[in-house]
């Protein structure tokens, strides 16, 4: 354990120099300055603030604890300045100005820097002690703790008080709480609070470290008495972040029936988050270079910026004009070039190497975004054309990114210099500026090298070496060097609440009433719907035709037709170094109803994403274990395609691999009610069960892991589907989920 046992300062103003103190207890105070060569650093918190008799007078003085940098000395420069509080945000603001720094002059506008970046900051009671969760106080043991939160009482703020019930028993109840966010090794941490109790607590243990309790990063133990009292621990996290972390207050066998104890204004955060300003600056002026942006990019040469602007009378715009949503991330209309971008479908980008394709969920607002893999992933941005055609000139490759855990990624171009850049769970915008280069044979790519998955969207490539608002693209770019405008929300005519052309927010087009519409892939209709038209068929409404009059060829062609698979869905295996299986072959047999196909064939899903032919072209498939298209994978998705005078009709299968021995783990689905839904009516549960040695896991394993997806014949509606996250342990389908058949998966993440 790596708690550490900083040093505490008393600084005292000079008695007749009539400074006044003006410093609270959690205070973050800053000096830094020259003197000579050296230069002179210390970060304190504020424990305690006072004055005192020295020659006389009255003293005013405040104690801090140094948590980095040198230690004040006396004939010292002592002058320490405010940056911000570790739980009130009223005192979370500080400007910067500065014409020594590197990148100066500027002047910064500071403000969160305690609260925006916090691992821990709650605001409600009703956590759950074993869910990530940021902005939640969770108790461990609800049958031996009532709780209760109140917003404020007195100048202390965010209380949350556990009162003992009468429930006997032997399990441990107490505080227990889960970052969001992973730590990592060797992190400097900061745990603040305040604390009282209805009676004196001493020997109270507190803990912070991995959730099963197998490795610490903190340990201690902390008294409350009955007034408030503030409570300030520094540490160092000693193991890796591969593991969940947890804060802990043991409140077991503290407290009798009655009894209560309370924490407010708990705040756990990284040393580096308050040391450092980059990610608190909400404004500056000067210098902009190396200002970050979520929208924008890294920021050069000298200007303004500002997260919320306001202008009143005379305001002047030139160039390009762009307006953000809310979040700042998806231009809702441009005025500009309108060729800027040069990745031809930014919505929906692609990799040679292996991807998964979502198709929406994009932080811009428009398209999707794709799962890379831990590797080396390339990225096609441009033709071999494009590449000869622009050689040597300087483009600026950005886009957005995340990942389940913090780490870095390396991004480059042929043989141009990499970039590293810093990933988070939350979307971020990053940038790559090159020269473009040429390889002989081969598309322009940009290579993406990492230790593990992350989630990739947005790209652009524009001409300079730095972003500009993003440009979203469809797979068709128009070389032009005009300026134009462009709408995707709102309307045109009428008012911009009831326009007489409404632009809908998936693209589409419509009138007053819907009476015309066009749809993102072009089909539509108009007069209200009588007339409707895709792109193969036209369909007219009111119009009366009857059975009889018919032929029997149009009876046939009338019929309902489509086509099923059947066939045992599961290879069980002893254990995963066992080659044996049972079965040792399935037989997949195809049905087709109302038709006999002129064509068949089996296809399989590859790992890529594309779907690749089996070379079967019978209504019957034998599925091998040793079967090519497994790919290393432990679960097979097969489509049996049948066609008949023009038309085509399929059917999806899903095989997979079950583990049954010490070393496996495997999920199986079930169901409380079947596999069929009748005419589209009726309800099943879907649950998900974890196995690991013969045993079931399922309930170790948190809700948030278990993500549920849908594959149907109905593609779009797939993508709606799956752009909502579905997650928990068992999933409620109705006929609503299901257009014909529709196969539903259950990721597990460790």
């Known amino acids: 354990m790596a708690k550490v046992d900083y040093p505490t300062y008393k600084i005292r103003t000079a008695p007749h120099s009539g400074h006044v103190q003006s410093l609270r207890a959690g205070d973050v105070v800053r000096r830094e300055y020259y003197d000579a060569s050296r230069q002179v650093y210390s970060l304190l918190v504020v424990l305690e603030t006072g004055t005192e008799q020295v020659d006389g007078d009255q003293a005013a003085y405040f104690v801090g604890a140094l948590v980095e940098g040198d230690e004040p000395r006396s004939g010292e420069l002592l002058d320490f300045a405010r940056v911000t509080n570790l739980f009130d945000v009223q005192r979370g603001g500080a400007l910067y100005l500065t014409a020594s720094d590197a990148e100066a002059p500027y002047m910064d506008v500071l403000d969160g820097l305690a609260s925006d970046f916090s691992l821990l900051w709650p605001t409600m009671g009703g956590g759950d002690p074993y869910e990530e969760d940021r902005s939640r106080y969770g108790r461990q043991g609800t049958q031996y703790l009532d709780e209760n939160y109140t917003e404020s009482e007195g100048d202390v703020h965010r209380i949350y008080r556990l009162t003992r019930t009468a429930f006997e028993?032997?399990?441990?109840?107490?505080?227990?709480?889960?970052?969001?966010?992973?730590?990592?090794?060797?992190?400097?941490?900061?745990?603040?609070?305040?604390?009282?109790?209805?009676?004196?607590?001493?020997?109270?243990?507190?803990?912070?470290?991995?959730?099963?309790?197998?490795?610490?990063?903190?340990?201690?133990?902390?008294?409350?008495?009955?007034?408030?009292?503030?409570?300030?621990?520094v540490f160092t996290a000693d193991y890796p972040g591969t593991y969940l972390r947890s804060l802990e207050i043991d409140l077991t066998e503290r407290l009798t029936a009655g009894s209560w104890f309370e924490i407010a204004e708990l705040n756990l955060v990284r040393l580096a988050d308050i040391a450092a300003f980059g990610r608190a600056t909400k404004g500056r002026i000067g210098k902009i270079q190396g200002v970050a942006d979520s929208v924008f990019g890294t920021l050069d040469g000298y200007g303004a910026y500002f997260q919320n602007l306001y202008a009143a009378g005379r305001v002047h715009v030139a160039g390009t004009l762009t307006a953000a949503d809310e979040q700042g991330f998806g231009s809702t209309f441009y005025v500009g070039r309108i060729h800027k971008n040069c990745v031809p479908n930014s919505l929906h980008p692609t990799f040679f190497t292996k991807y998964t394709a979502v198709a929406t969920g994009a932080p811009t607002g428009l398209g999707g975004y794709c799962r890379i893999p831990s590797g080396t992933a390339l990225m096609e941005v441009q033709s071999e054309e494009w590449a000869k055609a622009h050689q040597g000139e300087r483009y600026c490759f950005s886009f957005w990114a995340r990942s389940s855990a913090p780490h870095a990624v390396t991004v480059g171009h042929a043989r141009q210099p990499d970039v590293v850049v810093a990933l988070t769970r939350q979307w971020q915008r990053f940038c790559y500026p090159f020269c473009v280069e040429r390889v002989p044979g081969s598309r322009l790519t940009i290579a993406f090298t990492k230790g593990q998955g992350f989630d990739f969207a947005a790209p652009q490539l524009e001409a300079g070496s730095r972003p500009t608002p993003y440009q979203p693209t469809d797979g068709v770019l128009r070389e032009t060097d005009d300026y134009g405008a462009w709408f995707v929300r709102g309307g045109i005519g009428g008012t911009i609440q009831n326009p007489l052309l409404r632009l809908g927010d998936d693209g589409s087009l419509s009138s007053r009433g819907d009476a015309f519409v066009i749809n993102p892939d072009g089909t539509g209709h108009f007069a209200s719907g009588r007339f409707r038209w895709t792109k193969d068929t036209i369909s007219l409404r009111d119009v009366t035709i009857r059975w009889e009059d018919l032929s029997d060829e149009a009876h046939q062609a009338l019929q309902p037709k489509s086509v099923s698979v059947s066939g045992t869905d599961t290879f069980h295996y002893g254990d995963p170094w066992v080659g044996e299986c049972d079965p040792s072959e399935i037989l997949l047999v195809a049905t087709e109803q109302n038709f006999e196909a002129q064509t068949r064939h089996w296809e399989y899903l590859a790992s890529d994403g594309t779907w690749r032919d089996t070379g079967v072209r019978t209504t019957t498939l034998r599925l091998l274990p040793t079967f090519h298209g497994w790919e290393g994978r432990e679960v097979l998705t097969l489509r049996y395609s049948a066609a008949v005078s023009g038309q085509s009709y399929t059917c999806m299968y899903t095989v997979s691999k079950q583990y049954d021995g010490e070393n496996a783990y495997s999920v199986y689905i079930a169901t409380d009610r079947g596999t069929v839904l009748h005419n589209g009516a009726g309800e099943t549960l879907l649950s998900a069960h974890v196995m690991s040695a013969g045993r079931d896991i399922t309930g170790s394993i948190a809700e948030g892991r278990f993500l549920w997806m849908r594959q149907s014949d109905d593609v779009q509606g797939d993508e709606v589907w799956n752009a909502t996250e579905h997650r928990g342990k068992t999933l409620r389908i109705t006929g609503g989920d299901v257009a014909r058949k529709a196969v539903f998966t259950c990721e597990v993440t460790f």
């Open 169 to 233: 028993g032997t399990d441990r109840y107490g505080l227990r709480m889960l970052p969001a966010e992973t730590v990592q090794n060797p992190e400097r941490i900061l745990v603040s609070f305040k604390v009282r109790a209805g009676t004196p607590l001493a020997d109270v243990p507190i803990r912070f470290g991995y959730t099963d309790g197998s490795r610490l990063d903190y340990a201690d133990t902390l008294a409350a008495g009955t007034e408030w009292e503030y409570r300030l621990a």
